[in-house]
């Protein structure tokens, strides 16, 4: 029974791991084709020396970057205030702010290009972030929320008898309580700004292609092996991340 | 409190603006190009700008309807389509006519591609790179001599066979191996395709794109339609691989560059043109991507292993035999549907 529950699991896994497995293998080949040759780290050097490549690279984090911090404050802020509206208002608030998250992203961003293009905004890098922002907030609000709701309201009195102001209050003692929310709505902003493609393929403007853009674009004639290269090389360092992040909170609960 | 946070976004605003409007520089010295992917020697936007002092944005796009839909919002100011599309753009009153002055490289430009169906008089388009459909094999495992289309009919070679997913190249492909006009729209000539086309069915391995190069390189497969371009990338790579046009005509295709009205720089939009058209620049271009040159002082400089190859550039005779693809709302229309009646037949 033992042995079973274990294969399940590396069966399990394998399937998980599998795709990206392929494409780490595929990263090392020479050839250009589908069609295994010989060992090589050529496509590691190619990639660096892609400009396109790596101007892609940086848009994509630059706006997940400033999409995703921007979208944590404005979506943080927006969260304590619905907690402290009466009831009715709240519930109004939330469903509109639902709306985006339930939206069909081809809906969002058809909608947010005709909006760009009605308020004769020039699409680029300012609009890609414009529309991150847009389809993020909510989620922020979403994982803000219940940590509020959670948050004891006396403290927060308490901090407001002892001579505080409200803004300090809400700072020193709110913030801090509700930290474990915003961060992850802070990595839930970063995780889908990264992964999008729709919502992004219709607000760009000429010159500023995301990765996933930019490999749309080349899929009709075979995307450069390079790609495989990157993602295995951001492959390797979300793990790389995750182990640390892993190994210092076990740490931290054996201090305790 | 509200007053407070109500500063702070303006603020954030107010900032977020400064940084991005400083990346905006002089419309006049920037030029957009708006191409296929894949379609340009590697550091030619390099030399353009250093030539010219012009800064290129350049983008890319998977085919020439979704860069339909991007120059309804978004203004460029060179855009390079296929035929069929620079045909859309005239008819829609999108693109504006040239001023040849600024591109005294025209005159390199090969008679043959000059007063197209799509812009009989030459008032708004220069051909960049041409390209026909052909069969791309392995001439280790195919033996007899492929000279025509029946050779894709050959059941000696019964899963080892594929075909474009493309309804226009197929379908027009096989309405020449039938001694048709690839652009027919008389019903009894596209039923006599759609039943030759069935009758292939089940000799092929599937209705593929990019894939093919890949496939039969690897031996997968054994022959496949494909394009021009892509059959020479394939050939570079591996040295049985041949690639033949059928004797009795193709589908060939000519991409354009155009001018779009919305364009704002329509001077730097015409010395680029210009530019793809010095015969070193179209050479590279072509080489690079092993595309057709339009250019005839530019085909000079090929090498002779493109240049002689009679699979990419061919008899002259041949060429006039073929056709290029025209397409329109009721042609579409008619062509779609019977391929998904080949689609769903199994």
Known sequence: MKKLQKLYLYLILLFLYAPIIILIIYSFNESKYRVWTNFSFKWYIELFQDTQIMSALYNTLFVAVVASILSTIIGTIAAIGINSMKKWQRSTIMNVTMLPVLNPDIVTGIALMLLFYIAKLPTGIVTLVLSHMAFCIPYVILSVLPKLKQADNRTYEAALDLGATPALATWKVTIPEIMPGVITGLLMAFTLSIDDFIISYFTTGPGVDNLSILIYNAAKKGVSPSINALSALMFAVIMILLIIINVRTHKATKKA | ?346
């Open chain 2, 1 to 346: 409190m509200r007053k407070i946070v109500s500063l702070l976004l303006a603020f954030m605003l107010l900032i977020c603006t400064l940084i991005f409007s400083g990346c905006n520089t002089d419309p006049s010295k920037v030029v957009r190009v708006f191409n296929a992917s894949e379609y340009i020697g590697e550091d030619v936007i390099k030399q353009f700008e250093k030539e010219t002092g012009y800064k290129v944005v350049y983008s890319e796009f998977a085919s020439n309807e979704d860069m339909y839909t991007k120059i309804k919002t978004t203004p460029y100011d060179v855009l390079i389509p296929s035929d069929y599309m620079v045909d859309r753009l005239i008819r829609e009153d999108l693109v504006q006519p040239l001023d040849f002055n600024n591109i005294p490289n025209y005159k390199y430009v090969d008679e043959t591609f000059k007063s197209p169906y799509y812009d009989p008089d030459n008032t708004y388009s220069v051909p960049y790179m041409w390209s026909t459909v052909g069969i791309l094999y392995d001439s280790a495992k195919v033996t007899e001599e492929v000279n025509d289309m029946s050779i894709m009919w050959n059941d000696k070679y019964k899963g080892k066979i594929f075909m474009l997913d493309s309804v226009r190249d197929t379908f027009g492909m096989t309405l020449k191996k039938l001694g048709y006009s690839v652009n027919t729209t008389d019903d009894t000539e596209l039923d006599e395709a759609k039943s030759e086309l069935l009758v292939q069915r089940p000799l092929i391995l599937g209705y593929v794109t990019d894939e093919v190069k890949d496939k039969i390189i690897s031996g997968e497969g054994y022959m496949g339609l494909v394009y021009s371009g892509e059959a020479g990338k394939a050939m570079a790579e591996k040295d049985t691989l041949r690639y033949a046009i059928p004797e009795n005509g193709t589908i060939y295709c000519v991409d354009a560059m155009v001018i779009p009205k919305k364009a704002q720089n329509k001077t730097g939009a015409e010395s680029f043109i210009n530019f793809m058209h010095k015969p070193e620049i179209a050479a590279q271009n072509s080489e690079e991507t092993y595309y057709g040159c339009t250019n005839t002082e530019g085909l000079k400089l090929l090498p002779d292993a493109i240049k002689n190859n009679k699979g990419l550039y061919p008899d002259v005779d041949i060429l006039e035999k073929s056709e290029m693809l025209k397409s329109d709302d009721k042609i579409n229309q008619k062509y779609l549907e019977i391929w998904n009646q080949i689609m769903a037949a199994n």
